[in-house]
Nanobody, 129 residues
Framework: EAQLVESGGGLVEAGGSLRLSCVVSGLTFADYSIGWFRQAPGKERERVSCITITDSSTDYADSVKGRFTISSDNAKNTVYLQMDSLQPEDTAIYYC??????????????????????WGLGTQVTVSS
């Protein structure tokens, strides 16, 4: 059974940094793309970033470009989200998701409105002003 487990969230002051981890088990890591999403209270879910495991190609939401960096450690079946210059508007629950890459860019895999294969339970990120 596939399982995604996020960690690394917490409380940080504006301008600070956090690194989130998503550990993936129960599936063939290289066959998947991994996405990071976030959802703040009263707001819709937003795709923050994604990565295609086979070629490490990435994609970012405009709101986080230049501040967040996604990466993977294939030996550990883990995807990271390095978040720098955090702002109060980054406060949300952050989730990782896995979906079969099928040779597509991860931005196409995580097309809004689609159902994705697997989700983690999320980790809370709170940025104080």
């Amino acid at each position: 059974e596939a399982q995604l487990v996020e960690s690394g969230g917490g409380l940080v002051e504006a301008g600070g940094s956090l690194r989130l981890s998503c550990v993936v088990s129960g599936l063939t890591f290289a066959d998947y793309s991994i996405g990071w999403f976030r959802q703040a209270p009263g707001k819709e879910r937003e795709r923050v970033s994604c990565i295609t495991i086979t070629d490490s190609s990435t994609d970012y939401a405009d709101s986080v470009k230049g501040r967040f960096t996604i990466s993977s450690d294939n030996a550990k079946n883990t995807v990271y989200l390095q978040m720098d210059s955090l702002q109060p508007e980054d406060t949300a629950i952050y989730y990782c998701s896995a979906d079969a890459s099928l040779g597509l860019p991860c931005s196409a895999v995580f097309n809004p409105g689609y159902e994705y294969d697997y989700w983690g339970l999320g980790t809370q990120v709170t940025v104080s002003s």
